[in-house]
């Protein structure tokens, strides 16, 4: 596959594409042509053409995607086209949320574990998981095979945890404590920052202002 | 200001930058090179330069950009150096991570309205703020003179939701439910999937695995 080079921000189109097919699949929709599945995740077409054509040949001119195929095409790209277990440190309202997303389990994700530091919280429930302490990462990373850890605690104790799981052997961190880490090379790491978009928004009203 | 084609992928790299050089001036750093910049957010160097050249001319040559001057100037082009007040809708366990996430604060946003349809959660307090039923989402509008709406809800009320926020003249939303939603062209949308990064995460690793 070629995939060597492709951008980031492609790889975040492919998983909102791939999102959109799996709505279209679960409506019967059989084909869909790259305007529409521009128009219904936002972008332009010229841009779902060329974000495909990075992973090879798709469609049929004049006829479009086969929704089904390109659907297991780009879970198969993504790498979800097996389960992934996760575990969450940080059982606050984030975690909470986070642990009952509905956008996880619908893309194979599942969280197996979650951790916490407060005494009080220990031994509780989140949904169906219990919540352990930081010395149960490494039992509950070896027992679930865990590869990928989600941050979800405060901004202060957001490295010190980082700095757990890399001990720990995980290959990649999704951290959600607004603040930069320092990660090894070898581990892969992605923030998600919960305003960045909304300075997209402002950036844009304010813009209108300026402008006639 | 040559705002006109800036591509929404370096508005939220400003976002990114601006916030390290927040960091940046609160330890007391005067002056800083796109490499330091570059790494401290973890993107390259050429790229903060081609970022920061869609709005000008900044830093010196061997010197490096002086952090207040940039951290200024960044703030006033995502037109948060004035504040802005947000409704939030949905006060689920995400709502209430929302309506305690630093990272808002921390720029200026506040939540000056939640808004549930829940009967059991009317009329409660999320922090300082009591929960209010859909009906008085246009007095809160009105009264906080709020432009920006975040909706917070499951995805199937989520579009329901975002028509209310459209009637009631709202000019831009932030939607986190995992839906994709239909807007007016003149109102701004952007929304913040949760687990898109996860997805990144997994491509990476999976990726590893097919490649020597």
Known sequence: MRTLRVPEATINRLSVYSRFLEQLNRKGVVTVSSVEIAKGVGVGPA???KDLAYFGEFGTRGVGYNVKDLMRYTI??????????????????LGFALSTYKGFNQRGFSIVGVIDNDPNKIGKKIGN???F?????ADIIKRHNVRIG???VTQNAAQEV????VKNGLQAILN???????IPDNVELQHVDMSVKLETL???????????
Not at 76 to 93: C, E, R, S, T
Not at 162 to 165: K, R, T, V, Y
Not at 176 to 182: E, G, I, Q, S, T
Not at 202 to 208: D, G, M
Request: zero cysteines; a positive charge.
């Open 47 to 49: 841009q779902v053409r």
């Open 76 to 93: 198969k790209i993504l790498g979800i086209d097996k389960p992934w277990p996760l575990i969450l440190v940080g059982a606050g309202n």
């Open 129 to 131: 998981l219990e919540i």
């Open 133 to 137: 302490p930081l010395e149960k990462m």
């Open 150 to 152: 989600i941050i979800a």
């Open 162 to 165: 980082a700095d757990l799981m």
């Open 176 to 182: 959600y404590a607004p603040v930069a880490l320092n």
């Open 202 to 212: 402002t950036f844009n009203l304010s813009k209108k202002n300026y402008r006639p």
